[in-house]
């Protein structure tokens, strides 16, 4: 079975700080992961996904199939960062599917005060 | 393009009320996702179809729900009779190619309290 795991519900770091918000994985497979986020008020959106390797809104995230995680990190954190982050991982809907779903975690609430 | 639209935004509702959330998927997309989301749960998938055929339903709680989507730019999802342990925001999403890029577009989601 498929699972995301993002351990902390709430984190608060102060504007300029580093962020890191956690994601662990399981997955037998192959996995892709993906970072999702809800701005207040706004509609659930992609960040961004491991296998472009690319760094949106500052945001990077590295896949280590070793420690099965795949960390959203960002240097230094800004107001408008501040909003509900989702890690999930693309797998089958089923062992032998040909049709996929996409798993999240429970999500990790970002807070960053001025 | 609108986007995912749903509808009601909110609703509230008294115990035992039926209850029908409605989803326009963007058009061209062949595959629809209902979800619900709760503090203690996160974002739970309900159900998803391609092609209006339901593909899994293993997601829907209990008989109480069911979802239709009887042509490509149309779905509801209803809860008859409605229980307070159902409120929650529900989210429809759409996407191409059955998640080939890993994207999914979500509505603004339909907030439901059931009293």
């Known amino acids: 079975a498929q699972r995301v795991t993002q351990p902390e519900k709430l984190l608060s770091v102060f504007k300029g700080a580093p962020v890191e918000l956690k994601c662990n994985y399981s997955?037998?497979?192959?996995?892709?992961l993906f970072w999702y986020v809800q701005y207040s008020r706004q509609r659930l959106q992609l960040l961004l996904r491991?296998?472009s390797r690319e760094s949106i809104k500052g945001f990077t995230a590295d896949l280590n199939k070793g420690e099965t995680s795949f960390h959203l990190k960002k240097p230094f954190a800004q107001e408008e960062d501040s909003a509900m982050y989702y890690c999930?991982?693309?797998?089958?809907?089923?062992?032998?599917?040909?049709?996929?779903?996409?798993?999240f975690g429970k999500g990790t609430k970002l807070s960053v005060i001025p | 393009d609108a986007g995912v639209i749903q509808s009601p935004r909110h609703e509230v509702t008294e115990m035992g009320q039926e209850v029908t959330l409605r989803c326009k998927p963007i058009?061209?997309?062949?595959?629809l996702f209902w979800y619900r989301q709760t503090m203690m749960r996160g974002l739970e998938l309900l159900i998803y179809?391609?092609?209006?055929?339901?593909?899994?339903d293993s997601g829907m709680p209990e008989d109480r729900f069911s979802a239709k989507m009887p042509n490509a730019s149309f779905s509801t999802l209803k809860i008859q009779p409605s229980e307070p342990r159902d409120s929650a925001v529900y989210f429809c999403?759409?996407?191409?190619?059955?998640?080939?890029?890993?994207?999914?577009?979500f509505g603004e989601g339909s907030r439901l309290t059931v009293l």
């Open positions: 999403a759409s996407s191409s190619r059955d998640l080939n890029t890993g994207e999914l577009f």
């Open positions: 997955y037998s497979g192959s996995p892709e």
């Open positions: 491991h296998i």
């Open positions: 999930a991982l693309k797998g089958p809907l089923y062992s032998g599917a040909g049709s996929y779903q996409l798993t």
């Open positions: 058009s061209g997309h062949d595959y």
């Open positions: 179809f391609n092609n209006n055929v339901p593909i899994d």
